[in-house]
Nanobody, 119 residues
């Protein structure tokens, strides 16, 4: 059973930055990884994904502001979030995909980390 532990969430002012981290308990280099988010009253939505070879997908709403990356030696995926807006407020969930490509569906989920953007 793979376990994912997220960190880096918190409260930030509009225009600020945060970096989320997600560490996996096992080797993840052959799998895609990524982040979803869920705001109150809304469905969970894909934010960003990165394949095992480095290909990426982003939601249109975060393109140019968020960057996903991975360190396979540390079994960790990161989400650098810049120019944060109040509508980025949500619980952010890390996942490991069922395959290598960025479009792979999630197989395992982290517990979630709260990101709140407010002045």
């Amino acid at each position: 059973q793979v376990q994912l532990v997220e960190s880096g969430g918190g409260l930030v002012q509009p225009g600020g930055s945060l970096r989320l981290s997600c560490a996996a308990s096992g080797s993840i280099f052959i799998y895609a990884m990524g982040w979803y988010r869920q705001a109150p009253g809304k469905q969970r939505e894909l934010v960003a994904a990165i394949g095992s070879f480095g290909g990426t997908n982003y939601a249109d709403s975060v393109k140019g502001r968020f960057t996903i990356s991975r360190d396979n030696a540390k079994n960790t995926v990161y989400l650098q979030m810049n120019s944060l807006r109040p509508d980025d407020t949500a619980v952010y969930y890390c996942y490991i995909g069922s395959g290598a490509l960025p479009g792979a569906l999630p197989s395992y989920w982290g517990q979630g980390t709260q990101v709140t953007v407010s002045s």
